[in-house]
């Protein structure tokens, strides 16, 4: 069918039995023995040099207590069965999740129930509670549970298509990862390696987290295995579901409870192993569909089990083979799943058919009258945040001071005040004026108001370019890292559109290739952190939570450059960017290159994301809110709207720029918590109002 992704069909078991068993015995057996082996070279690894009959004869009875037991009792063994335990129980919480929404790329990942999870222990932290594992749990499964809520309610449960589905996770859990930064970085005593853990590690200290969490999995395990009838009938469509006597809203609400718990508790163990909930599953069906009787549930679920074990103890295996024993403990294994999981998510991309559904939201027209009075308004309002922002932040500033140093004859304490103000105030207009152009190139190029710059890898490869040459190379200045970040934005759009464009790049699966080409670069992104300066997460975090913070006029020059040659290419180009926006047919009948204008036109927007991220950092949701905003003022024609999301752009970051450096001040928040408090719920009320009937 138009619009899905290609997959196996569910394999159902043949009827007589018999020598038709054995394949799928063989399998189980398979995967059995390829854990057992992964495990026991697990064992072997660490710092100090153990070997496999050492461990195992000190852990047998009678065994001399001497330093291999130690280390494998108090390091080893809880890291194994933290690994396996995680993977159990994410594969099955992935199993379930796809065959509840029909939709082979739900996962705890892409329905942001890792983040969810993940940004509520954080909270909780954040404000020195210590709670106990079981609560903690708790805490995780709310998180999880509500924005699983959110991404299934407007995505219809996944019945609106994978791309939807994705793009509404993929921009919810965009959300809780920006509060979830803001948190760790304003409560760093708080929430000390809470960065690394939230990539998912399995190193443990002692059993306990393990003992604990394991009799949650298996009752969560158990009650999936229970419900797979239900979910086996739930496969053959609603209507035959409710023919055949099963409450399909009940069964659905059960299944993503338990695939949420199994989850929250894999969170509360180990932190969000990424992507584990989408390989695990895909390649179990995958396998499925060529072994008879492996499709039904009953036997899917433990093999997606199996499958998601021996992924994630792989992972482990795999990255302390490549690191330094001691660099290894640092390095969460999540970094090495996600990379996997990222690389699944794209193959998985270019198997979707062309013809996606257009989704571009265009606004109600407008008269010259009303857009005239919207631009006197904007104009009005530009000036004011300009002003807003030299007056306010932590010591209060008069226009009469303003004044005085404008005229070089303010006292020092003015000058030097707003000497270093003013290049963050600059900085903060021209970033979100480039991120709001930005914006509006990707969203009409992708014909969906809820596509942005940061879920098609661009925002993400320019970050792994700018925040690599700040780690490795400290001090250096603003043109090679506004340099490295420009090249890195181009190549990671480079490598969407080229993985994008198998049959041709439809809309749909750019939207997915970005999204995956992004989860892999956020895991580089970490990656480098934790390997480079694991002790100095916080200057990461600053640039990756978005902030004026420490900016100079020379920062800002790049930036503007990229803006003023941009803008008015893009404004020459209008009509080409109203014709792409429609749909794949009529720019091609009225002579249109398609491909060639898409090519140009997100390289633009690749340079002036990475020109933004040298001012403001990573700073999410501004080119997703001010383009819709712009059409819904002024219209879907780029003539006018593109300029009112360029000025709705600066005056939305200059605005919480403004807040960040008020509110709490002496201490600043980050504009990219203020953006995400502004354009998270925006953004749901625009998933909700835009969701298929």
Known sequence: MTGTIEAPPDQRPARGGGLRAYPMIGVFIGAVVLLLALAAVHLTQGTASLGLGRLLHAILPGGPADQAAAVLIESRLPRLAAAVLVGVGVGVAGAVLQSVARNPLAAPDTLAVNAGAW??????????ISLPFFVSGLV???????AAGLVLAVARGGAAGPTRLVLAGSAVALALQSLTYVLLMLFQANTPGLFGWGSGTTVQSGTRQVTLGAPLIVAAVLAVLLLTPRLDVLGLGDDSARVLGVDVRRTRVIAVVLAVLLAATAVTVAGPIGFVGLSGPVIARLIAGRIPGLGRHLALVPFAALVGAVIVVAADVILRLILPPERAISVPTGVLTTLAGAVLLVWLARRLRDGGTPAQAHGTVRTRGQVAFAGAVLGVLVVAAFVAALLLGDRLVLLGDVANWLSGTSGR???FVLDQRWPRVLAALLGGAALALAGSIVQAVCRNPLAEPGLLGITPGASVGAVAMVLLLPGVGVWPVMGVA????????????????GRGPASDRIVLVGIGVSAGATAITTLTVLVASPWNTNLALT??????YGRTLASNVPVLLVLAVALPLTLAGSRTLDLVALDEDVPRILGVPLN???LGFLSLAAVLTAGAAGAVGALGFVGLVAPHAARALVGSRHARSVPVAVVLGAVLVSVADTLGRTVLAPTQLAAGLVTALIGAPYFVLLLWRTRPA
Do not use: D, E, K, P
């Open 119 to 128: 940004a509520a222990v954080v909270a909780v932290a954040a404000f020195g």
């Open 140 to 146: 995780a499964l709310a998180g999880g549970l509500l």
């Open 413 to 415: 304490a003015v000058t």
């Open 486 to 501: 420009t090249l890195a934005a181009l190549g990671t759009f480079a490598l969407v559109y080229r993985l994008a464009a």
């Open 543 to 548: 640039w990756l939570s978005g902030s004026t």
């Open 596 to 598: 060639r204008a898409r």
